[in-house]
Each structure stands twice: as C-alpha cells, then as structure tokens.
C-alpha cells in the first residue's frame, strides 16, 4: 500500500487521499491540483489522476478535472538550502511569473537538471499528460510577482593547483543588496545520498558558500564575493550560483567549472598529507557515514573505498 507522512505518526494512503479528493469533488464539482514534493511522490500519481472507483460511477460527464503533479518518480526526491533549491520552489515561481501549469512544469524540471548532483536524478511527473487543466494559469497569463534577479557575470571557469583559493563572484544589476546570493559546490566523484526507507528523506551535503556585497564608502556595486579553498581531490568541480531576491525568486547559474591537478587521490579528508584521519574516514565510509564529496582513491578498481583503501593507507602510515 502507498503511504504519505503528512504529520509525525499521521499517516494517509493513496487510497485515502483519493476518496477524500474524489467526494470533494463530487460534492463541490470544482477541478483539483495536487502538487507533491516527497520522496517516491511519483508513485501516487496513478493512483490519484483518476476519481476512486466509488465515487467516479457517480460523477456526471462533465465532472470535474484532475491533475497530479509529483518533484520525482518512484525514487528518492533532494531538496537543498532549507527548500530554496528544490521542484516546487522552482515550480512555484514560473506559476507567479505567469506561466501555464505546464510551463512551470518543464521549466522547473529543466532547472533541476541545471542544478546538477543529485538533484539532475530526480524525474517529475505530471498526470495524466493530456489533463486539460496543464495549460491553465494559477491567477491568468500575467506575472503576480517581481522580476527574477538576473546573474549577468560570474566566476569563470578555470584550472587551478589543489588546495589555492578562488574568489567566487557575482554581478547582479540589482545594486540594493536586498538579493541573497549563495554558490554550492559539487567536487569530483560526488556520491549522492544513499537511498533512504520509506518516509524519511536523504539529506544533501554539498559545500556552501554564501556571497556578500562589501558596502564600500557607502556605495553597493552590486559584485557579490566570497572565497572556496578546499580544492583537495584531483578532477572537476562544478560550481552552481543561486540568486533569490526578497519576493523569494530563485535563478540558477550555468556551471563554473575548477578543474584541479596537484592533488592526492588518497587524502580523503583534504588535509594535504595521507594520514590516521583518512584511514578513520574511510572506515566510516565502509560502515556507511560521510559517503559524501571525498576524494578518489579506489586502490583496486571495484568503484569503491573498502577495506583494500584502508590497508593500503596502513601500509603508507606504516612506512613514515
């Protein structure tokens, strides 16, 4: 049976929320949207783009319309920086832009992808494809909110020694520093989060860092700054810059990429040697904590860090 935490120790099934949704519609004859951002929320869209068998027998042949619209399919959804990075925000905001259900719909998929690992994994669905209600506006074909802010200049992409610091940089023409600029950085051979059990939800840990505009003699030029030096591992980093203004509108950078050489494939804690830290690290990765944004150093080619990276790392300690 498909299961929905809406509550600690609350819990609704697809069959539930389907009666419920179809008596309402029956007693009310008004068109339903259901937007779901969870883990697996994709499996409830069959369940629930059509009347329970009950009540449908009833509705008449101008019944109401129904849609469903789901962050993912029946795998794992990821939402970052307390939702701001996440389907519905993207979603939402297309909506007070003035764009149709399906508008928003393909956009707010396409900017998923922009935003890389892992939330490039997540697959959204919309039921039933044909729904008439897709090409509705939430208000009408106009915009109820203000203008996204716009990225114009960013740090451009670049080769580097590990371990140097880059100044990250934005320019925005919005000089009232009013806009919340932030940048998240995705090292190379990133792993996502495990999957998770039902009804919890994996948690993104990606580096952050947050960009200010310097009030200098009083006057913003509207360049927002800040600094990343944990350029350790060997490879490609890809940089994503998010803008969000004070009407809640995110805007999604095209990627930086810091490409790094000079770096140790075995210091997973980036601490520039290869030392009792790293070992710690990955035995706490062979039990299954801190998976996340440590370098390569898969000794024997099983496309993992096992016991075998352990040894070798022993063996080096062993010799200093």
Same mark, same amino acid.
């Given at each position: 049976m498909l299961t929905? &935490?809406?509550?600690?120790? %609350? +819990? +609704?099934?697809? =069959? &539930?929320? #389907?009666?419920?949704?179809?008596?309402f519609q029956k007693n009310t004859g008004r068109d339903v949207i259901v937007l779901m951002e969870a883990c697996k929320s994709g499996s409830?869209?069959?369940?629930?783009k059509e009347a329970s068998? =009950? +009540?449908? /027998?009833s509705l008449s042949a101008a019944a109401s319309d129904r849609m469903i619209i789901t962050c993912t399919d029946e795998k794992d959804a990821y939402i970052g920086r307390n939702g701001r990075i996440s389907f519905t925000q993207f979603f939402m905001d297309k909506l007070y832009s003035g764009k149709t259900f399906c508008e928003s719909f393909s956009s707010a998929r396409d900017q998923l992808t922009a935003c890389g690992t892992p939330y490039n994994r997540m697959m959204p669905k919309i039921a039933?494809? %044909?729904a008439p209600l897709c090409e509705d506006y939430l208000v009408?074909?106009?915009?109820?909110?203000?203008l996204y802010p716009e990225i114009q200049e960013q740090t451009e992409s670049l080769a580097i020694s590990a371990d140097t610091s880059v %100044?990250? #940089?934005?320019?925005?023409?919005?000089?009232?520093?009013?806009? /919340?600029?932030?940048?998240? +950085? =995705?090292?190379? #051979?990133?792993?996502p989060p495990d999957v998770v059990e039902d009804l919890e939800a994996p948690e993104v840990r990606l580096p952050t860092v947050d960009l200010t505009d310097e009030d200098t003699e009083n006057v913003l030029d509207g360049i927002f700054t800040g600094s990343y030096e944990n350029f350790a591992c060997n490879g490609e980093y890809r940089i994503i810059f998010y803008a969000r203004n004070t009407d809640g509108l995110v805007t999604v950078s095209d990627p930086t990429l810091i490409t790094v050489t000079g770096g140790t494939t075995l210091d997973?804690? *980036?601490? *520039?040697?290869?030392d009792v830290g790293d070992a710690v690290l990955s035995l706490r990765v062979l039990a299954g904590f801190d998976t996340d944004h440590i370098c390569s150093g898969d000794i024997n080619g099983d496309g993992k860090i096992g016991l075998e990276e352990v040894i070798h790392i022993l063996s080096i300690l062993s010799e200093t």
């Open positions: 929905f &935490q809406v509550f600690p120790c %609350e +819990i +609704i099934s697809a =069959e &539930q929320l #389907n009666a419920s949704l179809s008596t409830f869209a069959d369940v629930l068998s =009950e +009540i449908s /027998d039933p494809r %044909e009408g074909d106009f915009g109820i909110a203000s %100044e990250l #940089n934005v320019t925005l023409p919005d000089h009232s520093a009013r806009t /919340d600029i932030w940048a998240v +950085i =995705e090292p190379p #051979n990133y792993r997973f804690d *980036g601490s *520039g040697t290869v």
